[in-house]
């Protein structure tokens, strides 16, 4: 396995179901991001973790609360969602906070699909 | 705040030829970087060009190069001899550098007639 790895790819959950969407690295990255991808609007930014810490939290509802257990795997666990939240999210990481090499490069999973019925 | 704006949602170009997609930021920073993101379809965004805004020449990866205005805070997207494969959603975003976020835009999908 190389790159970015999310899964699952595709879930639909009920507005009162608990699941997780989890996100690993294998690119020795030691940042990561949570992104929610909606149509006809930018990339919002959720969360960053650097070295395992929480460095940033967007003014994200409390439904969705994340999860880095080590520097190489990302969760996001959500539960009591609205319809609202469907949307594509995105995990991504970099070489340091914002990329080691000063360039804020960021390698993006494939995503998983949600859908809030 | 760092704002990017791509303010046109479509366009379409025919196989071969060359298409231009725009972009504009605002930012107060003199030192900056800036990128295009491809995101085919049920694929993963992958960089495609970036810029560092200190550089007076424009960057240039084969087909894609861009045209890199730091005066008018431009920053556009060229591809040349278009291929079916750069059907995608493009990206355009601004990062400060170290210790700094991606600011992304909306996005532009863009479709390749055969």
């Known amino acids: 396995e190389t790159g970015v790895t999310q899964t699952p790819r595709h879930l639909v959950m009920g507005m009162t179901n608990k699941k997780s969407l989890k996100c690993e690295q294998h690119l020795g990255h030691n940042a990561m991001y949570w992104y929610k991808q909606s149509a006809k609007k930018p990339l919002e930014l959720m969360f960053v973790?650097?070295?395992?810490?929480?460095?940033e939290n967007n003014s994200v509802p409390s439904r969705f609360s994340p999860e880095c257990p080590n520097s190489s795997h990302l969760f996001l666990h959500l539960h009591t969602l609205q319809p609202e939240d469907s949307a594509l999210y995105l995990c991504?990481?970099?070489?340091?906070?914002?990329?080691?090499?000063?360039?804020?490069?960021?390698?993006f999973g494939e995503g998983s699909r949600l859908t809030v019925l | 705040a760092q704002t990017v704006t791509q303010s046109q949602p479509e366009m379409s170009v025919q196989e071969a030829e060359t298409v231009t997609l725009s972009c504009t930021y605002d930012?107060?920073?003199?030192?900056?970087?800036l990128f295009w993101y491809k995101q085919p379809p049920s694929r993963q965004m992958i960089l495609v060009i970036r810029?560092?805004?200190?550089?007076?020449q424009n960057a240039t990866e084969n087909r894609f190069s861009v045209n890199f205005q730091k005066a008018a805070k431009s920053f556009s997207l060229k591809i040349s001899d278009s291929q079916l494969g750069d059907a995608a959603m493009y990206f355009c975003a601004y990062s400060a550098g170290a210790n700094s976020k991606l600011t992304f835009g909306k996005g532009i999908t863009l479709s390749v007639r055969p």
């Open positions: 973790y650097s070295l395992e810490e929480r460095v």
């Open positions: 991504a990481s970099s070489q340091g906070l914002a990329g080691g090499d000063l360039t804020g490069e960021l390698f």
């Open positions: 930012t107060s920073e003199s030192d900056y970087y």
């Open positions: 810029q560092e805004a200190y550089k007076q």
